[in-house]
Every structure is written in C-alpha cells, then in structure tokens.
C-alpha cells in the first residue's frame, strides 16, 4: 500500500483545477469553475470544479470526487496506480508500506504488462519475416493484397499469428509472464477444462499503442472469409477499448486543423501511407462517448471516412451527434467509384482523394443527398415525402441562423413556401421538446424514488430513509465535530443504516474516527469511482445549505431513527399479515 502521509502530499501538490483543465475546456462560475462533463455525452455544461476543496462533481451523471477519483475514472486506473500517476506528474517518489497480500487477490504491475505487450509485438512482428508458409503468406497479403512497403509494416509494427494453439504461451512463458498475466493481458485465454491456448492464432497482428508510446492491446484479422473477421484485445488492466483510438500516436502530430476517422485498421494504414496521416480508426466499436472527447483534446474538425452501405451511414450518423456534442466540426466523406478510401487510393491516386476529403458534406448535405436520391421529386407522393423528411432533418439542427439557412434551401428545392416550410419545422421541434420534456419528467421521478440507483440499489426499498442517511453522512463527512459528537455519544450505529452501501460509508468513518486517521478521509482508498461520486453529492448537497449546526444534526438523526423504525413497523405488519394469512388456510 501507498503510505498515507504519500497520498497527503499528492494531493497537496495536485491543483485539480490545473489537472482537470488538461482534459476539460473549463470556465469560471463564481468560486468555482464549469464545463462540458468528460464522462458522459452533454451539451449544457453540468461538470462542476471546486478549487476550494479540490474537489468535482457532475449534476448530470453523478461522476464526482477528488483528484484521484477523477484520474481512475479518467485514465481508468485502480487506486494506487492513480496515486502513482500523479505522483509522478507532481515529482514525488511513491514510498509503500509493506502489506500481507489478501488470499486470492491478484494484483498486476502496469510496467510488467506494458513490457509484455511489447515482448508480443516483437514476437508476432518477428514471426511475420519468417521463413513460415502461413507467415509467407500473411507478409503476402500486406505487400502483395494491400500494397504496403516493408517501412510502412515496420512504422505501425504489424506482424503474424503463427497458426499454433500454444507457441506464442510458451514463447511467453519462457520469456518469464505467467498464464495469469497473459489471461489479464487477453493475449491467452483458458478453456473450461483449465487448459490454456493463445488467444490470436493464424491472424495478421495490429498492435494498439497509446499516446504515451505503450502497446496496450491487439488486433488479428483474418486473411480469409472465415470469421469472426477481426478479433481485438478485450478491456485488461492497461486497455480500455471505448478509450483508444488505433494510431493515434501518429495522428496527433498532425491533426491541429482536422482528423479522418474511419472503421478500420487496413484504412487508416493505407492513408497514413499515402501521406494522410491524420487518420485514426476505433477499434473494432462504434465510436464512444469517451473516443469523441479525446479527439475533440487534438484536433477541430473530423471527417468521418465510413463504408457508404446502410451500415455505414447509421454508424456515421451516430459518430456525428458524438461528435458535435463536444464541439467539433464534423464533414462526412463520399468516396465515389470505389468501395472504401484505400480501394480509392490505389485506383485514382492520393491527389484525387485530397480532393474528395476537400469535397466532404456537412451532416445536413450529407442525408439531403441521400433523401433527394431516394425519391423522384417529381411525383406529388414523393415530393411530400421527401419534403417531410427534409423537415425533420431541419428540425434536428440546434441553431436558428442554420435553420433559416436551410427553410430557404428546402424551399428552393421543392418549390414550396418558405413561411409553410418553417410552420412545420416549428410543428416538428414544439412536438420533440414536449416529448423530451415528459420523459425527462419520467426519469426526474424515477431518479428521485431511486429507480434508476445503480450506485446505491438499496436506495429503492426505503426512499425516505436513504435520503435521511445521507442527510446524516454527509455531516458527516464534512464536519469533525459532528463525528465526535456521534461517535463519542453512540448518537447512531451500524444498525440504524438501511442501505449497504451508507452502511458501509458510515462504518468507514467511525473506524476512521476512532483509529485517529479521519483527518484526512481516504475515500478513493475505499470505495468505487461511482460511490466516491456518491459521497461526494452528499458533501455538496449539505455545503449548499446555510445550516449545518448540532441542531441540524440532531434533527437528522431523528428523522433517520424514524424513517428506520416506520419501515421496521411496515415490514413487521407484512410479516403478522401473512402469518395471519397461513394460519387461515391451514385451519381450512
């Protein structure tokens, strides 16, 4: 463990207004400062710093804590590896207690895993120039099939699963990683009779490395029909896929003005060798929350380079609303006489396809195009339907000057009266905000009886009891003398909490309190991001108030005792009503 006079100082030394300001466009509110929330999709900014505390917390979706809590959620790390990692941000050498490890945990070094991942690129990247058939004819298809120059293989480190149920471990295994490691690692995997395989076999390897310059996971893909086509790492504890872009760490050099995202890795090789080398792909996913904000930190524009079939057009669509979420300036790439970028490289020529990434469509011209091709406009039933649909299209776009813009195109096109294309666009707008507005209605509802608690499921069996216990912890958590007050006069206990979870943060405190280490409450050493965003809430929803004074204490702890007691009486009148009930049917 991370002793915790080590923890102290990190945090001391980390301004979490500079910290967070690296990852979100922050603005000054008053004291404290706001922005768009960098774990969920938004448009109004609910993301809120406050320096004072150097604490955050968002109001949309719950996300909240202090610095450590904001990188594990982040950079999604576990807790001593976020301690670490500002650490070494703040230039401070981690000092550890030692510990007796917990029977069965398993606990694995990121600096190891980073080394294994690179030992497996060197040996699949060593494997693809071998003097092996099927690695012959896997260099074939890249050089051959795809066009790649030896230097391009070389730049992105691809490389050849040999076709082997168990080469790759026991290369591995020599190498000094255990099964474990390389199960953690999704580079091996076990089947349910305990016998361990290699988790790529007979597939071209594409490793996916960071911004920071680590491979942290892999893609293989098949050179037949056979399927699945690709296989990609799954999450481990150095990869999150919804967070990683392939070949961002080249991208990033070169796409200050704009980005081009495609769908898949032999796309964005064979832009980057043609010269285009702000090119990025997901991986093996549709585009993610989490992806749009990183690329939103690089570049101003993205130019979504997807495959035109239906499949396509609905996965770039759901990239645009991403996208333009978080600001950016987003174009959709038509790539004509040619089923996808690199196929249109090899044919026409870099130079041409500059010109068709020039040529690239907004969203709006984007689906106009594809609704004027599906309709003959020049038969009345067409026209209304292709009139309406362009409608909904206009209604969609967020500003009223664009709005304007397009009423006239639309107009123009269809030979209609602009006053009677902008009545029903307005038609369209009123009827989607009254249906926006009853379903937030719904989940402010839900929300409030704790319907949708994920964090704190219990929160649903006693509503009135579990806002009473956070009234409770929430005092608290902020103030010292509230704890001794309670502790020290065994005001309240384990037993008054209905909750596991405010069962377990009130059992938390009161260790804390009388083991002389609540000075400093360790939260994020404790408990999850989610429940360190919960307690947090608590913190603020009790900072906003004026009173917070032993009186307010009292009277929350008697308002919890019986909101306690009322459910205890419900639940024991259930219980004497059934009991009545088995003993009529048995007397008949």
Do not use: W
């Given at each position: 463990?991370?002793?915790?006079?080590?923890?102290?100082?990190?945090?001391?030394?980390?301004?979490?207004?500079?910290?967070?300001?690296?990852?979100?466009?922050?603005?000054?509110?008053?004291?404290?400062?706001?922005?768009?929330?960098?774990?969920?999709s938004e448009k109004s900014p609910s993301f809120t710093v406050y320096p004072a505390d150097n604490s955050f917390y968002c109001f949309g979706c719950g996300a909240g804590g202090d610095a450590i809590s904001f990188?594990?959620?982040?950079?999604?790390?576990?807790?001593?590896?976020?301690?670490?990692?500002?650490?070494?941000?703040?230039?401070?050498?981690?000092?550890?207690?030692?510990?007796?490890?917990?029977?069965?945990?398993?606990?694995?070094?990121?600096?190891?895993?980073?080394?294994?991942?690179?030992?497996?690129?060197?040996?699949?990247?060593?494997?693809?120039?071998?003097?092996?058939?099927?690695?012959?004819?896997?260099?074939?298809?890249?050089?051959?099939?795809?066009?790649?120059?030896?230097?391009?293989?070389?730049?992105?480190?691809?490389?050849?699963?040999?076709?082997?149920?168990?080469?790759?471990?026991?290369?591995?295994?020599?190498?000094?990683?255990?099964?474990?490691?390389?199960?953690?690692?999704?580079?091996?995997?076990?089947?349910?009779?305990?016998?361990?395989?290699?988790?790529?076999?007979?597939?071209?390897?594409?490793?996916?490395?960071?911004?920071?310059?680590?491979?942290?996971?892999?893609?293989?893909?098949?050179?037949?029909?056979?399927?699945?086509?690709?296989?990609?790492?799954?999450?481990?504890?150095?990869?999150?896929?919804?967070?990683?872009?392939?070949?961002?760490?080249?991208?990033?050099?070169?796409?200050?003005?704009?980005?081009?995202?495609?769908?898949?890795?032999?796309?964005?090789?064979?832009?980057?060798?043609?010269?285009?080398?702000?090119?990025?792909?997901?991986?093996?996913?549709?585009?993610?929350?989490?992806?749009?904000?990183?690329?939103?930190?690089?570049?101003?524009?993205?130019?979504?380079?997807?495959?035109?079939?239906?499949?396509?057009?609905?996965?770039?669509?759901?990239?645009?609303?991403?996208?333009?979420?978080?600001?950016?300036?987003?174009?959709?790439?038509?790539?004509?006489?040619?089923?996808?970028?690199?196929?249109?490289?090899?044919?026409?020529?870099?130079?041409?396809?500059?010109?068709?990434?020039?040529?690239?469509?907004?969203?709006?011209?984007?689906?106009?195009?594809?609704?004027?091709?599906?309709?003959?406009?020049?038969?009345?039933?067409?026209?209304?339907?292709?009139?309406?649909?362009?409608?909904?299209?206009?209604?969609?776009?967020?500003?009223?000057?664009?709005?304007?813009?397009?009423?006239?195109?639309?107009?123009?096109?269809?030979?209609?009266?602009?006053?009677?294309?902008?009545?029903?666009?307005?038609?369209?707008?009123?009827?989607?905000?009254?249906?926006?507005?009853?379903?937030?209605?719904?989940?402010?509802?839900?929300?409030?009886?704790?319907?949708?608690?994920?964090?704190?499921?219990?929160?649903?069996?006693?509503?009135?009891?579990?806002?009473?216990?956070?009234?409770?912890?929430?005092?608290?958590?902020?103030?010292?003398?509230?704890?001794?007050?309670?502790?020290?006069?065994?005001?309240?206990?384990?037993?008054?909490?209905?909750?596991?979870?405010?069962?377990?943060?009130?059992?938390?405190?009161?260790?804390?309190?009388?083991?002389?280490?609540?000075?400093?409450?360790?939260?994020?050493?404790?408990?999850?991001?989610?429940?360190?965003?919960?307690?947090?809430?608590?913190?603020?929803?009790?900072?906003?108030?004026?009173?917070?004074?032993?009186?307010?204490?009292?009277?929350?702890?008697?308002?919890?005792?019986?909101?306690?007691?009322?459910?205890?009486?419900?639940?024991?009148?259930?219980?004497?009503?059934?009991?009545?009930?088995?003993?009529?049917?048995?007397?008949?």
């Open positions: 463990m991370i002793s915790k006079e080590t923890i102290e100082q990190v945090l001391m030394r980390t301004d979490i207004e500079t910290l967070i300001g690296g990852y979100v466009s922050l603005k000054r509110a008053g004291s404290n400062l706001r922005g768009l929330c960098p774990f969920h990188i594990r959620k982040r950079e999604n790390l576990d807790y001593p590896d976020a301690v670490e990692f500002l650490a070494q941000r703040a230039g401070i050498t981690i000092i550890r207690d030692e510990r007796t490890p917990v029977p069965g945990e398993k606990k694995f070094d990121r600096n190891r895993m980073f080394a294994m991942n690179v030992d497996a690129a060197k040996y699949f990247n060593k494997c693809l120039f071998s003097d092996n058939p099927d690695a012959k004819a896997a260099l074939s298809y890249f050089t051959d099939v795809r066009g790649l120059s030896t230097a391009t293989i070389k730049h992105f480190g691809l490389g050849f699963a040999p076709n082997s149920f168990d080469q790759f471990s026991k290369y591995m295994l020599a190498k000094g990683y255990s099964y474990d490691e390389l199960v953690a690692g999704f580079l091996c995997g076990r089947s349910e009779k305990g016998r361990y395989f290699d988790a790529f076999r007979n597939r071209i390897m594409f490793p996916i490395i960071d911004v920071s310059g680590n491979v942290i996971a892999f893609g293989g893909r098949v050179m037949d029909d056979s399927k699945p086509k690709y296989k990609n790492s799954s999450d481990t504890p150095v990869f999150k896929k919804s967070r990683n872009l392939f070949a961002l760490n080249f991208a990033r050099h070169h796409c200050t003005e704009s980005m081009i995202l495609c769908e898949g890795y032999m796309d964005v090789i064979a832009m980057h060798a043609a010269g285009f080398e702000n090119a990025v792909a997901t991986l093996g996913t549709a585009i993610t929350s989490e992806q749009a904000r990183m690329m939103s930190r690089y570049t101003k524009k993205v130019i979504i380079s997807y495959d035109a079939d239906e499949a396509g057009q609905k996965a770039a669509m759901r990239a645009v609303k991403l996208l333009t979420e978080v600001g950016l300036d987003v174009s959709i790439l038509r790539v004509p006489g040619a089923k996808d970028p690199d196929e249109y490289i090899k044919k026409f020529g870099a130079d041409k396809f500059r010109q068709v990434i020039s040529d690239s469509k907004s969203k709006f011209d984007y689906n106009l195009d594809n609704i004027l091709s599906k309709y003959d406009i020049n038969l009345a039933q067409d026209k209304i339907k292709a009139l309406h649909e362009s409608e909904k299209l206009i209604s969609e776009t967020y500003s009223s000057a664009e709005r304007d813009i397009y009423i006239q195109r639309i107009s123009q096109i269809f030979d209609v009266d602009k006053k009677s294309v902008k009545s029903d666009v307005e038609r369209i707008i009123s009827r989607a905000n009254s249906t926006r507005r009853k379903e937030e209605s719904q989940k402010i509802k839900q929300d409030a009886v704790g319907y949708s608690d994920r964090v704190n499921p219990d929160f649903i069996k006693a509503p009135a009891a579990a806002k009473n216990e956070e009234a409770v912890l929430g005092l608290l958590l902020i103030y010292p003398e509230h704890r001794k007050r309670v502790f020290d006069g065994g005001l309240i206990g384990e037993n008054d909490f209905i909750t596991e979870l405010n069962r377990r943060i009130f059992s938390y405190i009161k260790d804390a309190y009388f083991n002389g280490d609540d000075s400093h409450l360790d939260i994020d050493a404790h408990f999850s991001p989610d429940e360190c965003g919960r307690i947090t809430k608590m913190k603020i929803s009790r900072m906003n108030l004026t009173e917070n004074g032993t009186e307010v204490l009292l009277d929350s702890i008697a308002n919890l005792k019986r909101s306690v007691s009322k459910k205890q009486n419900e639940k024991n009148s259930s219980l004497d009503s059934l009991t009545r009930l088995l003993e009529q049917k048995r007397k008949t």
